[in-house]
């Protein structure tokens, strides 16, 4: 079967499922330039969580298969190491033009897998595409540092260098975004990578990697594999893989964090989230409610930076009962209905987790305003779907407050003041994001620079920075040293060299028998 097929396989699925019977196509690897159909005889179903129709079988790579890969990636990094920035940077113009061409196209893919609606799934490519933006910037970012003169005659520079082989490993929720925080960066930076996609929706990356091939990109300087954990620990102990990049739970991150360190890798590893948004008596009632709406059930609440707690100070506790009204009238559907708000979770374990969570918070005494559970969506009986679901009422010993739940469900707290509501949030073992709405400048200095949050959001509910900057999720969010794009991403996929040069006469040279540099 040729990749061009496979595409357009995925196209005619991206407007067909309404359909029963789909002829179903496996989802190739990329080894050495050529998307390839996998030897393997083991394969999972990409299902449309909306239908639970089949889309397509991914296999689980074989050991060679993934042998073969890294090989390759080692080989293509060689040469790509030595290739000019400007020519690397010019990969990336033409990969962003490309990326841009295609975000329709890319979007309606990752909807059928995901179940995201259009306009998110769009919002899913364009921050993917605002990376590859920065990574243009790359020779600029690679730039070094030189002093003249640290001793008589002696000069002192850094220069930046890739570090060879990277694997990076993505989750379901952002299938095109998580992938262009990875790949581009690394290899504007002269590595190569092993691209490993979330097994439950690889559709979306293989189309971005053929793109990428467009563009002009090298045969094997980003390998695709597919798998599940026994592929990853492959990839986590090859000693031929120096960094890994991961984003997911904070089960897996633990342990592709710890895995990667004792074998002497470099890492970096996303992990869960509680994020907290302040609610001052000051702030604004309808831009509160309107941020609320869209960052609390917006993506099914799948999202690392959800706003999953709110705190409400004082009397603005009062507000919940509006916030709940708002939220009864956002309903979920299918991704192409227009009225659709947001899509179904990704399976059907996701929501029993979620419905037993709803369950826990009723049980051990929180108040449910609304109650997404059963919600029905009209044509589509067999979606993975739950409705907003608002608690107040919630203590921090709830199972509702203390679990990142990752589906669209809120726990209303109230505080009495702001100081309050600073010792709740730092209290929190995760570190993601968090926000405050308010219209007092004193007060929002005083929590963004006392909360004990890598990213914080004034006036906005969803802080995600912009590749310029970092993604720096704090304490239980994130492990690791260096963060995901912007200048520590670039920190993170090179390595500094210094050098010392001396260019005396010879006459200058006489025998130093110190350490000083004379």
Sequence with gaps: MSFNLFKLGVILLAYNHHADNIMTIQVPLLINGKFIQSESTETLSVL?????AVLAEVPLATEQEIETAVLGAKAAFKLWRNTSVTERARLMFRYQHLLKAHQKEIAKILAEDTGKNLEDAMGDVW???????????????????TVENVASGVDTYSIIQPLGVTLGITPFNFPAMIPLWMFPLATACGNAMILKPSEQ???????????FQEAGAPAGLVQLIHGTKAQVNQLLTHPDIVATSFVGSVPVAKHVYQTSTQHFKRAQCFAGAKNHMVVLPDADKDTVMNALVGATVGAAGQRCMAISVIVFVGKTIEWANELAERLSTVKPNVWDHPDAAFGPLINKSAVKRVNALIQSGIDQGANCLIDGRGIKVEGFPDGNWVGPTLFTGVTTEMDIYTEEIFGPVVSCINVNSLDEALALVNANPYGNGTSIFTTSGIHARKYQHEVEVGQVGINLPIPVPLPFFSFTGWKGSFMGDLHAYGKQGVRFYTETKTVTTSWKAPSAHAPNMSISLK
């Design 48 to 52: 449309n969580p909306a239908t639970q």
């Design 127 to 145: 921050r993917g595409i605002e990376v590859v933006e920065h990574a243009c910037n790359i020779p600029s970012l690679l730039m070094g540092e």
């Design 201 to 211: 929706v690889p559709l979306a990356t293989v189309r971005l990697l053929e793109l």
